[in-house]
């Protein structure tokens, strides 16, 4: 087992992987990878008389709240939540499978919202995991070291807000910016327990820039890998490289020892292209999220 080293992110990550099964809400590899937004959210930890951590909440503005915790403490943080925001629409985000927050929720007020969701999808992987197969020329590896910049602006193109717009369905302009990711917050990403850069697989174009990407997180406790996020560089796109990088970092992370990996692609019918790329590799359906807004 890997110990992370003490701050309010590990030990937030820690309540998580405590408690985690597949129905769970978040993965550490999830609060990693949001971490580099952490300063800018108002985040409150309640501790048990261990000094652990039991319970989180993490507010995004103007009043989103994000959370984790035991069905004792669920009265606690809602409370706080609303003392914290006062008069204003809140909204609170709860997988499905959830009974205890939602029935605390609906008590509170809140309905459910018909807003996109993320539908997490589970693949064992005990059983037959394919090979991944890449067009001629095109090589898959883990990124290299001194490799941050070229690993930053791989995910940038995969991101960028024209070609998200595209994909969705119907397509939608969402302008010329660019991603957030830049090397530095890529670098913060890749510092933060549990990052492994042997998780970390980049696609290789004949070229030699970087044509895709997929990130993986191993909780050595929960024998569970989390692919978070995949992306492919859309002058390379449809020719197999997501399935294909993806599948490549399914091995490294059975590999590491994980026997269950989650992906967490939007399930709404507005962006249905990664959750129709990770079917094809064998994830299925298993919870989701609902907004709730009061
Ligand atoms: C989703 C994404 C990674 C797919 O990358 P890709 O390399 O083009 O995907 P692949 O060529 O491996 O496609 C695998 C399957 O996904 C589906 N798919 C991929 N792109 C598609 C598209 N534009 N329209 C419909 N289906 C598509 C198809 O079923 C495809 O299989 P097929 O080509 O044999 O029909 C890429 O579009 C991307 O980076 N999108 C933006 C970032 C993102 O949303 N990442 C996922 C976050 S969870």
Redesign the pocket.
């Known amino acids: 087992m890997t110990t992370p080293p003490d701050s309010d992110l590990t030990a937030m990550q820690r309540a998580v992987q405590r408690t985690w099964t597949p129905d769970s809400h978040w993965h550490i590899g999830d609060l990693a990878w949001q971490s580099p937004s952490l300063p800018d959210r108002t985040v409150k930890l309640w501790r048990g008389s261990d000094g652990e951590v039991e319970a989180w909440a993490r507010l995004t503005a103007p009043a989103h709240l994000d959370m984790h915790a035991p069905p004792e403490l669920l009265p606690a943080v809602l409370d706080w939540f609303h003392a914290t925001t006062g008069e204003v629409e809140q909204t609170v985000t709860a997988m499905n499978s959830d009974a205890e927050l939602i029935a605390a929720l609906r008590a509170a007020g809140y309905q459910e919202a018909a807003e996109p969701f993320f539908q997490h999808c589970v693949r064992d992987l005990d059983g037959h995991l394919p090979k991944p197969v890449l067009p001629s020329g095109y090589r898959v590896r883990t990124v290299e070291p001194g490799e941050l910049a070229a690993r930053a602006a791989v995910h940038r193109a995969?991101?960028r807000p024209k070609?998200?717009g595209s994909?969705q369905v119907p397509p939608v302009d969402l302008g010329d910016g660019e991603s957030g990711m830049t090397t530095e917050r890529y670098a913060k990403i890749a510092d933060t327990w549990p990052y492994r850069r042997d998780l970390d697989l980049v696609v290789e174009a004949p070229d030699g820039t970087l044509a895709?990407s997929a990130l993986g997180w191993y909780d050595d406790v929960n024998q569970s890998a989390l692919l978070e996020?995949?992306?492919?560089d859309p002058h390379?796109?449809?020719?197999?490289?997501?399935?294909?990088v993806s599948l490549a970092c399914l091995h490294a992370m059975r590999d590491a020892g994980a026997t269950l990996a989650v992906?967490?692609?939007r399930g709404d019918d507005a962006y249905p292209?990664?959750r129709?790329?990770y079917h094809?590799i064998g994830f299925r359906d298993a919870g989701r999220t609902v907004a709730y807004r009061r």
């Open positions: 995969a991101w070609w998200i994909l895709a996020p995949v992306g492919t390379h796109a449809r020719r197999g490289l997501g399935a294909a992906v967490c692609p292209v990664p129709t790329l094809r």
